[in-house]
T-cell receptor, first 112, second 115 residues
Framework: QKEVEQNSGPLSVPEGAIASLNCTYSDRGSQSFFWYRQYSGKSPELIMSIYSNGDKEDGRFTAQLNKASQYVSLLIRDSQPSDSATYLCAVKVGAGSYQLTFGKGTKLSVIP | GAVVSQHPSRVICKSGTSVKIECRSLDFQATTMFWYRQFPKQSLMLMATSNEGSKATYEQGVEKDKFLINHASLTLSTLTVTSAHPEDSSFYIC???????????FGPGTRLTVT
């Protein structure tokens, strides 16, 4: 069973701080990784995709991937109350499939 | 770009009736779409994979005769919940694969309430 693990939280950070969200995955052969944001009552929204080891930055968001440790993270700089949401880590299943395996999500709360 | 729409956004139906939900990729073609269900405070549950021009692939435990999926074109997939019961009340969300990538873009979801 291919698994994606996230700390369910809630993770509380003060406004302006860096929020660090972590995710581990069990399938060593995974190649594609995604972070989604889901506000309460809404559908997931793609924030970042990352395919290679290292860091990928997009505005206030940085995704970090370490395939050797089977670890992917999302950093949110200068956190804002509007960043308060559940963040889902997703890993593409296998080479011949477009399916994603989702973690259960980490709830982030940014305190003004 | 990469916009996915769903219709309706909310629907209330009586037990025993059928409900159709449409999922459209508005600005791209999607050979593969997915249907998910999410109960309150729970994670996404994949129901089925919908491929244009072929039969959908259902996940274990999902009744294919109850949840009918049709992917008639590269921009439209439909999910019909047949003979709905109150336990089918949930948030149904579709996603589409952006061609040439592995990125899934989600529709806004349909909240179904069966009375």
């Amino acid at each position: 069973q291919k698994e994606v693990e996230q700390n369910s939280g809630p993770l509380s950070v003060p406004e302006g701080a860096i929020a660090s969200l972590n995710c581990t995955y069990s399938d060593r052969g995974s190649q594609s990784f995604f972070w989604y944001r889901q506000y309460s009552g809404k559908s997931p929204e793609l924030i970042m995709s990352i395919y290679s080891n290292g860091d990928k930055e997009d505005g206030r968001f940085t995704a970090q991937l370490n395939k050797a440790s089977q670890y992917v993270s999302l950093l949110i700089r200068d956190s804002q109350p509007s960043d308060s949401a559940t963040y889902l880590c997703a890993v593409k299943v296998g080479a011949g499939s477009y399916q994603l395996t989702f973690g259960k999500g980490t709830k982030l709360s940014v305190i003004p | 770009g990469a916009v996915v729409s769903q219709h309706p956004s909310r629907v209330i139906c009586k037990s025993g009736t059928s409900v159709k939900i449409e999922c459209r990729s508005l600005d791209f073609q999607a050979t593969t779409m997915f249907w998910y269900r999410q109960f309150p405070k729970q994670s996404l549950m994949l129901m089925a994979t919908s491929n244009e021009g072929s039969k959908a692939t259902y996940e274990q435990g999902v009744e294919k005769d109850k949840f009918l999926i049709n992917h008639a074109s590269l921009t439209l997939s439909t999910l019909t919940v047949t003979s709905a019961h109150p336990e089918d009340s949930s948030f149904y969300i579709c996603s589409a694969i952006y061609m040439g990538s592995y990125e899934q873009y989600f529709g806004p979801g349909t909240r179904l309430t069966v009375t």
